[in-house]
């Protein structure tokens, strides 16, 4: 679709207004928000759009669209979806020897540490990457924490889910008990210890830019619900 607007201002309900019209999901609702700071910014997405919209340019957007379309209509759904990420969780599978064992305890054991006092749960570690069973009451446990949230805060915390492989690492930024700097890097240990010692590749390298945009909308549309 081609520009055609001119002005993009927010309305008094939390919407979105090209030349005085209302913006509407894909799915013909009203794309109204209930938080000042992301109406904003997804206001200037819309400003900063050249001759043609790119979706991709628009991650904001696109997860309010998600939020009101796909999460609203049944969060305990959405919520359950993201919270099977707790079963498989990347900090609780090490490798077996050091020094990458090291580095993945020093960025991980707090994660686990904060997760099993906020929640009084327990985690099973494991060495390699075969599946272990957690514990019934820490899977029943997260996932009611997860379902309990708003759909303004699980739309974008599905992304960073699914990008880190962490739903502890969510939920830390969730309740502001992490950095999203310190979080990208906690995801990121394997990644960048094979990086050390075979090289950087091209092609990965391009793909972890792509993806920590992703994550970084992600985390900044995660952070407007603390302002309300």
Known sequence: MRRFWKDVTVTPEGGIALDGKPVRTPGRLPLVVPFPALAEAIAAEWRAVGETIDPRAMPLTGLANAAIERVAPDPVAFGSGIAVYGASDLTCYRAGDEPL???????????????????????????????????????????????????????????????????????????????????????HVDEDWQAEQWGEDELAAEARAVRLREYGAAVGALGAPGEA
Do not use: N
């Not at 064992?101 to 020093?106: E, H, I």
């Not at 962490?166 to 906690?186: F, K, T, Y």
């Open 101 to 187: 064992a090291g580095r993945q305890a020093a960025a991980w054991d707090p994660v686990l540490d904060w997760a099993a006092k906020r929640y009084d749960v327990a985690f099973v570690v494991t060495d390699g990457v075969m599946p272990v069973e957690q514990p019934p009451r820490t899977l029943a446990r997260l996932r009611e924490a997860v379902v309990g949230l708003s759909p303004w805060v699980l739309a974008p915390l599905s992304p960073i889910v699914s990008l880190t492989g962490s739903l502890l690492l969510g939920l830390m930024l969730v309740e502001r008990a992490i950095s999203p700097e310190a979080a990208w890097d906690a995801a």
